[in-house]
């Protein structure tokens, strides 16, 4: 029988329907096809309960759903709550189709993630691209400044909102505040794609969230930082800027008609969760992070981000100065039954949450530490990764780029021309190529190298890089 260990279902709506589901089968002559019989294809489909004829009635007759988004928009302080089962990428692309219309001018940061991209591809959003600071010392991105952004605007007055992602991939932090203020004093809303940061606000050694600093919209990823399953996600908005009935009919335009209640009952209970023991657990995991982070920074030539600027349960570790390869420590780590979020040549990228405990961290230094001992070499110089690095130049929208005619040619043949495809070092998926965007040697030689160093090249139609679809003439 399924468990609520800690007595959420009180105060989770969605929960409770999920649980109450379980106590009492029903015979259904509905989706989903198993029909909740694990004897088919066995416990792979155990606790699959839909929405509609599952947590509620086919007519939605209970309004669970609703009740649990206006719990977790009490929470965070918005005025609406939509709950996604399609992740952080969904809620993104329903926002781009939300806050301006077909053709209309957006400023974007260049760190956006690529489900953002496909958003602007969706609505018809041309973007003008804002690149955030690179810190010197460790070649990472720390937030995109708010001048950065006031000067996008008066060269764009015709701007209809500002789209950034913070914290960044590697849990560097911006100034917030400070872009919420540019925003607005131009009069259109920030949008904050803060996928890893669903627990910020939620401690007093945490960075408060991007809501509670003034932005419009803030998006997040239930899964990654809140014990929600995957593809757990949320956009919560302020309607002031942002049109409350355009932001649910691109949730609607982008979404599964057919949600997985599993997914939403976990949001639910993850939001419950935050709410009554997130700052207790929360404590709990930055306490055993800081002792990492401490334990790490003494290992000879390994820098680990940390400080005011950085999300204190993001544990990134720059190599460049052990002189071992991230690679070689990523493999030793996994050996270990100890995966990583990210690890190139260069970056090992950990993800803590509140369900980490002192063992985990422990596990995680030792391991990573030892690693490192058997691996030291010669210290390199930081290197940006090319994600952070190559400056895009536009040349034609995302959305026409997308739906031109294209043809392949050997990547030698394409510096000068129009790319047709999004390629993006993954993770972080950030692209150093867009729809749109010239091909330059610079970018070419940018995903050669990251590719040498071991990440992966995704999205390219030839994920090797020798051709490359652009624009046909
Ligand atoms: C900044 C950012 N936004 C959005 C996403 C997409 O999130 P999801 O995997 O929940 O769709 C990611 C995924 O890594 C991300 O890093």
Not at 133 to 154: F, N, S
Not at 223 to 235: D, F, I, M, T
Not at 335 to 362: I, M, Q
Not at 364 to 373: E, F, K, N, P, R
Request: negative net charge.
């Amino acid at each position: 029988m399924p468990t609520d260990p800690r007595g959420l279902r009180g105060d989770a709506p969605l929960l409770d329907a999920w649980l109450r589901f379980q106590e009492r089968p029903p015979t259904p002559f509905t989706i989903p096809g198993h029909k909740q019989r694990t004897d088919l294809v066995g416990d792979v489909v155990a606790g699959d309960v839909p929405l509609y004829a599952g947590l509620d009635t086919m007519k939605l007759a209970t309004g669970v759903l609703a009740e649990a988004e206006a719990r977790a928009a009490r929470l965070w302080g918005a005025d609406v709550c939509r709950f996604s089962t399609g992740g952080a990428t969904h809620a993104n692309q329903a926002v781009a189709l939300a806050v301006a219309g077909d053709g209309g001018r957006v400023v974007v940061s260049r760190t956006l993630h690529r489900s953002l991209l496909l958003g602007l591809v969706l609505a018809g959003l041309t973007p003008v691209w804002v690149r955030p600071e690179v810190d010197p010392a460790t070649g990472l991105p720390l937030g995109v400044a708010p001048g950065t952004v006031r000067r996008a605007l008066a060269d764009h007055p015709d701007a209809r909102a500002v789209f950034v992602g913070d914290p960044s991939y590697v849990g560097t932090v911006g100034d917030v505040a400070g872009l919420a203020d540019a925003a607005h004093e131009h009069g259109v809303p920030l949008v904050v794609d803060a996928a890893w940061a669903a627990h910020f606000g939620f401690h007093p050694d945490l960075p408060r969230h991007p809501l509670q600093l003034g932005a419009d919209v803030m998006v997040t990823s239930a899964h990654k930082a809140l014990p929600a399953w995957s593809q757990a996600a949320l956009v919560l908005a302020r309607t002031e800027r942002v049109d409350a009935a355009r932001l649910d009919a691109g949730v609607e335009a982008t979404g599964t008609t057919s949600p997985a209640g599993a997914i939403l009952a976990s949001t639910d209970a993850a939001r419950a969760l935050l709410e009554r023991d997130g700052a207790a657990l929360l404590g709990e995991a930055i306490t055993a992070t800081r002792e990492a982070r401490r334990r790490l920074a003494g290992v000879d030539g390994l820098t680990v981000l940390d400080g005011p600027g950085v999300d204190p349960l993001k544990l990134t570790l720059v190599l460049a100065g052990t002189g071992a390869d991230g690679n070689a420590v990523e493999r030793d780590l996994l050996a270990a039954g100890l995966p990583v979020e990210s690890a190139d040549r260069d970056v090992l990228v950990a993800v803590v949450s509140l369900a980490d405990t002192a063992e985990t961290l422990d596990a995680l230094a030792t391991a990573v530490a030892d690693s490192l001992g058997r691996h030291r070499g010669t210290p390199r110089a930081v290197a940006t990764p090319a994600a952070y690095r190559v400056a895009p130049v536009a040349a034609v929208p995302p959305r026409p780029a997308f739906f031109a005619a294209t043809e392949t040619v050997p990547v030698a043949r394409a510096v000068g021309r129009i790319g047709a495809e999004l390629v993006a070092p993954y993770p972080p998926g950030i692209p150093v190529l867009a729809p749109g965007e010239l091909v330059t040697a610079e970018a070419l030689a940018a995903l050669e190298q990251a590719r040498g160093a071991g990440v992966r090249i995704a999205y390219a139609a030839d994920p090797s890089l020798r051709t490359l679809r652009v624009l046909a003439v």
